[in-house]
């Protein structure tokens, strides 16, 4: 056991291989990056919309994407990193679309997510569990939401945000205040 | 929670996320030194980023998405070329890993044998205990609304993998002759524990497949089968 575990360090297996026969067109290998970064590009996509059903929809998207673009996918840990910004890409562009289409059947709604505007005085929220933050989350406003988990979740800066949103920096950060002004609210009740 | 009228709170957030410069930082650090609310926000920020930064990088998906991925790019044909609108990241033209700066730590493949024979005892103990444990299933025999999760669309979900190890599996056994008698004790025991777990998934999910951590445990069975061959495969000759 040893004297194999230590090869093993020395030689880390990279996916590389997988992408390799995934570029070839391989659609087996494709399977084993799907069972591997599934859970990745699912979380992602259901922090980003809000909506179980249609992260589903959303990841199945952005695989499906990668496949059509998959000559151009990065090598080893990269790979990740690509995938998400397919996924990222997706949802954003799934929100602006259902938002025009929400605009044209009724008037804009902005600030009336389910958590709300809340006021008063509240006593101070202890750190959150992960469910209570998950749940708080979901129930942000979009905009405010959108901006909350690529910034503090996965740790993109306010220049990258602004750039894949379309918005301007300041919007960003007043979006990313308004969540957590909101989530310090909802985990305070 | 109090609101203070002498401080913007959006202020505060920029104070929290270390984006103030030197003269405005230290105007909020007076200010917190002198009032009696804003430290307490500053503090359910800092908590609130905290436990964002620290949620779980994955979340296993309600049901197996592969049959809906497969019928998409089925019909998909050739591959297309780059697009580079929708897959360049922002900023430096190169693809980085989503949230390198500073809390992302991607999967990885780099995970020793020990370690992997640690997963797989922890996955086979698991679907042991939850073969009997009832208690870990409550509140996920129901399927969600519109969920389609079948015993058979999870073994069909697995066909993949199936065809992937039998190829390795045929790989290593024509490299016996490569591999030391340890190694391929340690390889064929590790291999043994994880067959023994897929039976164990197996029944648990006749009877209740739609449970979500039995489905989990289902994949994850599989992939740490074809991480185990996939990394005894790539050993160099040893004898």
């Keep these: 056991m040893q004297s194999v575990a230590i090869q093993l360090?020395?030689?880390?297996?990279?996916?590389?291989?997988?992408?390799?026969?995934?570029?070839?067109?391989d659609v087996d290998a494709f399977e084993a990056l799907y069972r591997e970064h599934a859970g990745r590009v699912y979380a992602l996509c259901r922090r980003l919309c809000g909506d179980p059903a249609r992260a589903e929809e959303l990841t199945q998207d952005a695989f499906a994407?990668?496949?059509?673009h998959r000559h151009s996918s990065r090598p080893g840990a990269a790979y990740t990193g690509w995938l998400c910004r397919i996924a990222i890409n997706l949802a954003l562009t799934d929100a602006r679309s259902r938002i025009r289409r929400e605009r044209k059947e009724v008037p804009a709604r902005e600030g009336a997510g389910p958590i709300g505007e809340m006021a008063g005085p509240v006593a101070a929220p202890r750190v959150a569990h992960p469910l209570d933050l998950e749940k708080a989350i979901a129930g942000l406003p979009e905009g405010a939401r959108r901006v909350f988990v690529l910034h503090d979740v996965e740790g993109y800066r306010h220049e990258e945000i602004a750039e894949m949103m379309g918005l301007a920096v300041g919007t960003t950060k007043a979006q990313l205040h308004r969540a957590r002004r909101l989530l310090r609210e909802a985990l305070s009740k | 929670m109090k609101i203070c009228k002498a401080m913007d709170e959006t202020r505060l957030s920029e104070y929290v996320d270390g984006e103030l410069a030197a003269p405005a930082r230290n105007e909020v650090e007076r200010h917190l030194r002198g009032c009696a609310d804003c430290p307490g926000i500053v503090d359910e920020m800092r908590a609130i980023r905290s436990a964002a930064a620290e949620l779980p990088r994955e979340i296993e998906p309600p049901r197996d998405l592969w049959s809906g991925i497969e019928s998409r790019i089925e019909g998909s044909g050739a591959a297309a070329p780059a697009d580079p609108d929708e897959i360049t990241p922002v900023g430096s033209g190169e693809v980085t890993p989503v949230g390198s700066g500073r809390f992302h730590v991607a999967r990885s493949w780099n995970v020793g044998l020990a370690a992997a024979a640690a997963l797989v005892v922890l996955v086979a103990g698991a679907a042991f205990l939850m073969r009997d444990d009832r208690r870990l299933a409550d509140g996920e025999a129901t399927p969600p609304p519109g969920a389609s999760v079948t015993l058979?669309?999870?073994?069909?979900?697995?066909?993949?993998?199936?065809?992937?190890?039998?190829?390795?599996?045929?790989?290593?056994?024509?490299?016996?002759?490569?591999?030391?008698?340890?190694?391929l004790s340690v390889l064929e025991e590790n291999l043994k524990i994880i067959d023994e777990a897929f039976d164990e998934i197996q029944v648990a999910?006749?009877?209740?497949?739609?449970?979500?951590?039995?489905?989990?445990?289902?994949?994850?069975?599989?992939?740490h089968k074809t991480m185990l061959l996939q990394q005894a495969s790539s050993l160099p000759p040893q004898s």
């Design chain 1, 9 to 25: 360090q020395e030689r880390p297996i990279q996916p590389d291989d997988l992408i390799q026969r995934m570029q070839r067109g």
């Design chain 1, 65 to 68: 994407r990668a496949w059509q």
């Design chain 2, 152 to 183: 058979a669309s999870l073994k069909a979900a697995g066909a993949g993998y199936r065809r992937m190890t039998a190829e390795l599996e045929t790989l290593i056994e024509a490299r016996r002759g490569d591999l030391s008698p340890a190694t």
């Design chain 2, 205 to 223: 999910l006749e009877t209740d497949p739609h449970s979500a951590p039995h489905r989990a445990l289902f994949t994850s069975i599989y992939r």
